[in-house]
């Protein structure tokens, strides 16, 4: 793992940790610590030794589209993989489950090339996902989400929707769960396309929507009596309904064909984790690629800013038009809206109140990591020909984004405390044997997309849906999560039932903000935790290649010191969590009144056998003092 003096650090910080998290466990136990809404952590202070979050949020891929080998790859093109022989064998994969060669879909699963990547798009709406998985037995793909005959250059064939790559093609995302930790029980809190994915990422609720008029911002487009029906589904008598589809956002000149189109547009009530990170200080960010406008707005009033101007070409040389606003969820929200695309007017403002109001392009993201500025939260979206959505993006150009990403981050002085999260806003209808039952049910029966009642038999009869709120029926589909920190376990597999909504979580937990409320599912959602050791951190830099191949593995270097105040560059403030030292037991312990659930195993049973908090921070300082002595 390296030298002797790393080593030692690591266990010093790992020891600071475990007693920080053993008095606040006593603290939540004995009923004296604050909750983690009324905590008063002004400075971004955090329940865990995460700093940073940074949550890389993808498009559009089911768990066994890129892991249903997982770890066994077919290594006859492509880049090769071979798995650690410590890997875990007790993975939920197609593979493990049988249902390679025996599989009650029409068509059998089959393994895709790294030429293949360019595949045509599946069908992956609120309806069609939920029939496709009937209540369980996941065998009614082909007749409800396969995408039937590809268009163009697209790769097509029968029953394409069972179709999986393997570590040949997903080096990079294979690579990662080798050395770090991968969620196989990870679903989308609602069934349903990229909006409503991405917006339960950032509320965990996907009530709340009304529909826009493009050219006036009134609501209810002047056209339709009653709200557009694509935009608001089971609206109520005030036109407030739930979001299943993927209308643009009401406050962004981009949408609607940067404002060409007349189709309505969906504005949100509620509130966001932006919004809760704003009350409590903390520093956070969404970063966009082609967030900065092809065409920037003139500062007239009715006048617009223009991103369509802004293209790459993807592996299949097909220009994309870099930035979705469906895919940008806090445009929705006035309250965390950029309309303008305006820029940040310096480094030090990036994750801070300012005129980009939180909403930046991409390259922003580059300037605030150079500069020693790394928001405590920050959201990454790719530019579309690299988010991984079948049609216009592909796993190979996903790839490159993902490495370029990471790779920069932890060759950062930030990485010490930082977490990395690899997500998916929907499975874009890709087969996946797995199932959650329904924690939320709805009974729409009013005909979707497919001809069919909105919501399944399965759905109908979940339990009864929370606040009222019709068509939020979840857990959906299956999607990969990827938890690389310097804090996560190492070579692991989490079996823990997550869904979106535990990212909206972590963050809550972390950062003390409470939770969103009004039957948003942050409070059911179950928590990232196991995929972390707070106790042990790996202390791991792992760099890999272009092609998703290892570079190296080695301990975190050091980096410099950050400059004193005044004598460098801006630094962030309030929340941005740039710590250059772990902080001492003493300052950690004044940090508690952490969520219980974000302690490591077994420290409320420690703490319980110190039988106090004085007890506890004594048998610390003599810990201290011990491992400091000669």
Same mark, same amino acid.
């Given at each position: 793992?390296?030298?002797?003096?790393?080593?030692?650090?690591?266990?010093?910080?790992?020891?600071?940790?475990?007693?920080?998290?053993?008095?606040?466990?006593?603290?939540?136990?004995?009923?004296?610590?604050?909750?983690?809404?009324?905590?008063?952590?002004?400075?971004?202070?955090?329940?865990?030794?995460?700093? !940073?979050?940074?949550?890389?949020?993808?498009?559009?891929?089911?768990?066994?589209?890129?892991?249903?080998?997982?770890?066994?790859?077919?290594?006859?093109?492509?880049?090769?993989? @071979?798995?650690?022989?410590?890997?875990?064998?007790?993975?939920?994969?197609?593979?493990?489950?049988?249902?390679?060669?025996?599989?009650?879909? #029409?068509?059998?699963?089959?393994?895709?090339?790294?030429?293949?990547?360019?595949?045509?798009? #599946?069908?992956?709406?609120?309806?069609?996902?939920?029939?496709?998985?009937?209540?369980?037995?996941?065998?009614?793909?082909?007749?409800? @989400?396969?995408?039937?005959?590809?268009?163009?250059?697209?790769?097509?064939?029968?029953?394409?929707?069972?179709?999986?790559?393997?570590?040949?093609? $997903?080096?990079?995302?294979?690579?990662?769960?080798?050395?770090?930790?991968?969620?196989?029980?990870?679903? /989308?809190?609602?069934?349903?396309?990229?909006?409503?994915?991405?917006?339960?990422?950032?509320?965990?609720?996907?009530?709340?929507?009304?529909?826009?008029?493009?050219?006036?911002?009134?609501?209810?487009?002047?056209?339709?009596?009653?709200?557009?029906?694509?935009?608001?589904?089971?609206?109520?008598?005030?036109?407030?309904?739930?979001?299943?589809?993927?209308?643009?956002?009401?406050?962004?000149?981009?949408?609607?064909?940067?404002?060409?189109?007349?189709?309505?547009?969906?504005?949100?009530?509620?509130?966001?984790?932006?919004?809760?990170?704003? %009350?409590?200080?903390? /520093?956070?960010?969404?970063?966009?690629?082609?967030?900065?406008?092809?065409?920037?707005?003139?500062?007239?009033?009715?006048?617009?800013?223009?991103?369509?101007?802004?293209?790459?070409?993807?592996?299949?040389?097909?220009? $994309?038009?870099?930035?979705?606003?469906?895919?940008?969820?806090?445009?929705?929200?006035?309250?965390?809206?950029?309309?303008? !695309? +305006?820029?940040?007017?310096?480094?030090?403002?990036?994750? !801070?109140?300012? #005129?980009?109001?939180?909403?930046?392009d991409l390259s922003d993201f580059d300037a605030a990591l150079a500069t020693g500025n790394l928001p405590a939260v920050s959201f990454l979206k790719a530019p579309a020909y690299q988010d991984g959505h079948a049609a216009y993006s592909d796993p190979l150009d996903e790839q490159h984004y993902l490495i370029e990403r990471i790779n920069k981050i932890q060759q950062s002085p930030q990485w010490k405390d930082t977490a990395v999260l690899i997500a998916y806003d929907d499975s874009d209808g890709w087969y996946d044997h797995a199932y959650a039952k329904p924690r939320n049910g709805s009974k729409d029966t009013k005909p979707g997309s497919n001809g069919k009642p909105a919501d399944s038999p399965a759905c109908q009869a979940g339990p009864a849906a929370a606040g009222g709120y019709a068509d939020r029926c979840g857990p959906g589909t299956r999607q990969p999560l990827l938890v690389i920190s310097p804090y996560s376990k190492v070579n692991a597999?989490?079996?823990?039932?997550?869904?979106?909504?535990?990212?909206?979580?972590?963050?809550?937990?972390?950062?003390?903000?409470?939770?969103?409320?009004?039957?948003?599912?942050?409070?059911?959602?179950?928590? +990232?935790?196991?995929?972390?050791?707070? #106790?042990?951190?790996?202390?791991?830099?792992?760099? +890999?290649?272009?092609?998703?191949?290892?570079? /190296?593995?080695?301990?975190?270097?050091?980096?410099?010191?950050?400059?004193?105040?005044?004598?460098?560059?801006?630094?962030?403030?309030?929340?941005?969590?740039?710590?250059?030292?772990?902080?001492?037991?003493?300052?950690? +312990?004044?940090?508690?009144?952490?969520?219980?659930?974000?302690?490591?195993?077994?420290?409320?049973?420690?703490?319980?056998?110190?039988?106090?908090?004085?007890?506890?921070?004594?048998?610390? %300082?003599?810990?201290?003092?011990?491992?400091?002595?000669?």
């Amino acid at each position: 793992m390296g030298s002797k003096g790393n080593a030692v650090g690591s266990g010093r910080r790992a020891g600071r940790w475990g007693v920080f998290a053993g008095a606040a466990a006593l603290g939540l136990l004995s009923g004296t610590a604050p909750t983690a809404a009324a905590a008063d952590h002004p400075d971004g202070r955090t329940a865990t030794p995460i700093k !940073h979050l940074v949550v890389l949020f993808q498009e559009n891929v089911s768990f066994d589209h890129y892991f249903g080998t997982y770890p066994v790859a077919a290594n006859t093109d492509g880049t090769r993989f @071979t798995a650690d022989k410590h890997t875990p064998k007790d993975i939920n994969t197609l593979s493990h489950a049988g249902l390679l060669t025996k599989n009650p879909n #029409q068509y059998l699963p089959k393994r895709l090339t790294p030429e293949q990547a360019m595949t045509c798009d #599946q069908n992956h709406g609120y309806g069609p996902e939920q029939y496709a998985a009937n209540g369980g037995r996941a065998d009614l793909y082909v007749q409800n @989400t396969d995408s039937g005959k590809c268009s163009g250059n697209l790769f097509g064939e029968p029953g394409l929707v069972m179709d999986y790559y393997d570590g040949n093609t $997903v080096t990079a995302m294979w690579n990662y769960a080798q050395h770090y930790t991968l969620g196989d029980n990870s679903f /989308s809190t609602t069934y349903g396309p990229s909006t409503p994915g991405a917006i339960n990422l950032i509320s965990a609720q996907t009530h709340g929507v009304i529909s826009t008029d493009p050219a006036s911002g009134t609501e209810h487009p002047e056209q339709t009596a009653t709200p557009d029906p694509y935009t608001v589904v089971s609206p109520d008598a005030k036109g407030v309904g739930t979001l299943v589809n993927d209308p643009d956002p009401a406050y962004d000149d981009c949408s609607g064909d940067d404002h060409s189109g007349s189709s309505p547009l969906a504005a949100l009530q509620g509130r966001n984790i932006g919004d809760l990170l704003n %009350r409590r200080d903390v /520093s956070w960010g969404w970063f966009q690629g082609g967030f900065r406008p092809s065409t920037a707005w003139d500062g007239k009033q009715g006048h617009y800013a223009k991103c369509a101007g802004t293209t790459h070409a993807n592996v299949g040389d097909a220009a $994309v038009v870099d930035y979705s606003p469906h895919h940008s969820p806090f445009q929705y929200y006035e309250s965390t809206s950029n309309p303008h !695309h +305006l820029p940040p007017k310096n480094a030090a403002e990036i994750g !801070h109140d300012g #005129q980009a109001n939180h909403n930046y392009d991409l390259s922003d993201f580059d300037a605030a990591l150079a500069t020693g500025n790394l928001p405590a939260v920050s959201f990454l979206k790719a530019p579309a020909y690299q988010d991984g959505h079948a049609a216009y993006s592909d796993p190979l150009d996903e790839q490159h984004y993902l490495i370029e990403r990471i790779n920069k981050i932890q060759q950062s002085p930030q990485w010490k405390d930082t977490a990395v999260l690899i997500a998916y806003d929907d499975s874009d209808g890709w087969y996946d044997h797995a199932y959650a039952k329904p924690r939320n049910g709805s009974k729409d029966t009013k005909p979707g997309s497919n001809g069919k009642p909105a919501d399944s038999p399965a759905c109908q009869a979940g339990p009864a849906a929370a606040g009222g709120y019709a068509d939020r029926c979840g857990p959906g589909t299956r999607q990969p999560l990827l938890v690389i920190s310097p804090y996560s376990k190492v070579n692991a597999v989490d079996h823990t039932l997550t869904e979106q909504a535990s990212i909206t979580r972590f963050i809550e937990d972390n950062w003390h903000t409470g939770r969103i409320g009004d039957a948003s599912f942050d409070a059911r959602a179950n928590p +990232l935790t196991a995929a972390f050791d707070f #106790q042990h951190p790996n202390g791991k830099q792992v760099l +890999l290649n272009a092609d998703g191949s290892v570079k /190296s593995v080695k301990d975190i270097p050091e980096h410099p010191a950050p400059p004193a105040a005044g004598s460098g560059p801006a630094t962030t403030t309030g929340g941005s969590g740039n710590h250059p030292e772990p902080r001492t037991g003493q300052e950690a +312990l004044a940090e508690s009144g952490s969520s219980s659930m974000l302690l490591p195993t077994g420290i409320a049973a420690g703490v319980l056998a110190v039988g106090g908090a004085g007890v506890a921070l004594a048998v610390h %300082r003599r810990r201290r003092r011990a491992s400091l002595t000669p």
